[in-house]
């Protein structure tokens, strides 16, 4: 049965086609998974393709490019299987019409469920093609001895979010920080003076981590689980967003300070110009402090607080959105700059639920991070050569170059939207579930 041409092939040239069960052979089918995965190991395909509800080949003339499986229990359920597209022609939507072949195929034969399972970094593409995530559990069962233990089913479970309210966490973080630092004060020589001296910087990270860790204990969270999974390359890629984040950021720097300096120039000056000042090093000792703090220990305290803990705290009561929403703008306040930091705050909410993994957002913070202190560096290194301080005045006879800088953002963004987000939708990602289940 053939379903026709498509015209989401891409540049693959001549049109694709879609068979439903047709006539193949053990060669073809291992011809087709050797150059689609290099650990391939040949096999007898036959007594598979016996079994199956259908299976779905794409076709360049007469050459399998692609193929995909759907088995069944017998009955209303179907199960999605190696969907697989030759290396030289992925990207180009075939796989997911192979799927979306495969998803009418089951429909047709009275079908009411589809299953499938999918590494994380995988979920785009899955999401694209209609599938939404649900809890699942998998056993591998080569090599095991004995029985596993009785399942209990997910919603007999208490999340342990429910123990963890968010307005508690907060105000014993600011609690832990405040007696962290008095304590240190009563050390002679512990830390400077200076409210924003690299080692007030780091027993403010320290009062935090230490609140977060015994409310972790206490709610009985796992921690492995609320960490997720150990990044891929593939997912590590995503990082990159801090690029196009910073650019953004600086930014939010001129749209949000430069209405309000001609409204309000003295609160501009103390609080954005005074401050972005009284975070500069001013020795290279310091910087190399201040930046082995920003780029390690501030992005994993940060990134358990807001996205690990509190996104799904709200999350839990209020719904995934809210829970983005709420965590990126507490976020935000935190920070001089409040709005390219809560946009920051919802990236590394979706790089968080998308794979499900919050080492990729304390990757990606970190890198940013680690971006801006390089940037800060030639100033430490040849203070007599750096540009000039900001002040108020010069704030609004640049108001160019915020312009200019939100355009080359925005850009970049997209790029990266196109290159790594493309078929994601990014309102569904975040009504989705969140990656910490009971």
């Not at 995965?37 to 007898?44: A, E, Q, S, T, Y």
């Not at 072949?101 to 995988?122: M, R, S, T, Y």
């Not at 971006?371 to 108020?392: A, R």
């Amino acid at each position: 049965m053939t379903f026709g041409d498509v015209d989401d092939a891409g540049d693959v040239g001549d049109a694709v086609r879609y068979v439903q069960n047709p006539e193949l052979t053990n060669d073809t089918l291992n011809e087709l998974f050797a150059r689609a995965w290099p650990d391939h190991v040949p096999g007898d395909y036959m007594p598979v393709l016996a079994r199956s509800l259908a299976y779905v080949g794409a076709y360049r003339g007469s050459e399998l490019i692609g193929w995909v499986n759907v088995a069944t229990d017998g009955g209303e359920h179907a199960f999605l299987l190696d969907p697989t597209v030759d290396v030289a022609y992925r990207r180009r939507g075939i796989g997911t019409a192979l799927v979306r072949q495969a998803v009418n195929a089951a429909a047709a034969h009275g079908c009411k469920w589809l299953h499938v399972d999918f590494e994380p970094e995988l979920e785009g593409f899955y999401r694209n093609a209609g599938f939404r995530p649900t809890a699942a559990g998998l056993i591998r069962l080569s090599g095991v001895d004995q029985a596993p233990a009785p399942v209990v089913a997910a919603s007999s479970v208490p999340s342990p979010f429910e123990k963890l309210r968010a307005r508690g966490l907060l105000l014993q973080c600011m609690l832990g920080v405040v007696l962290v630092l008095v304590i240190a004060r009563l050390v002679p020589g512990l830390i400077d003076k200076t409210p924003t001296d690299s080692g007030s910087f780091g027993l403010f990270y320290l009062g935090i981590g230490l609140v977060m860790a015994v409310r972790v204990r206490l709610a009985r969270l796992n921690v492995e689980q609320l960490f997720g999974p150990v990044p891929t390359t593939n997912t590590l890629r995503l990082t990159v967003v801090a690029i196009p984040l910073g650019v953004l950021s600086i930014a939010g720097f001129w749209i949000l300070f430069l209405p309000l300096s001609f409204a309000a120039p003295d609160f501009v000056r103390t609080w954005a110009i005074d401050g972005m000042s009284r975070m500069e090093a001013h020795s290279l000792s310091a910087w190399i402090a201040r930046t082995i703090i920003a780029v390690i220990v501030a992005p994993v305290v940060e990134e358990i607080l807001f996205r690990g803990l509190l996104l799904q705290r709200w999350a839990l009561r209020w719904g995934t959105m809210t829970g983005v929403i709420l965590s990126s703008a507490v976020f935000a306040i935190g920070h001089i700059e409040l709005l390219g930091h809560f946009v920051f705050g919802v990236a590394m909410a979706a790089l968080y639920l998308r794979t499900r993994s919050l080492w990729v957002p304390i990757a990606a913070h970190a890198l940013n991070n680690f971006i801006v202190s390089v940037l800060t560096l030639p100033g430490e290194l040849w203070p007599d050569k750096s540009p000039k301080e900001m002040t108020v005045a010069s704030l609004q006879s640049g108001w160019w170059i915020g312009i200019v800088v939100l355009a080359v953002g925005l850009a970049m963004l997209e790029a990266y939207r196109r290159r790594y987000w493309d078929g994601v939708d990014l309102r569904e990602l975040i009504r989705g579930p969140i990656p910490y289940t009971a």
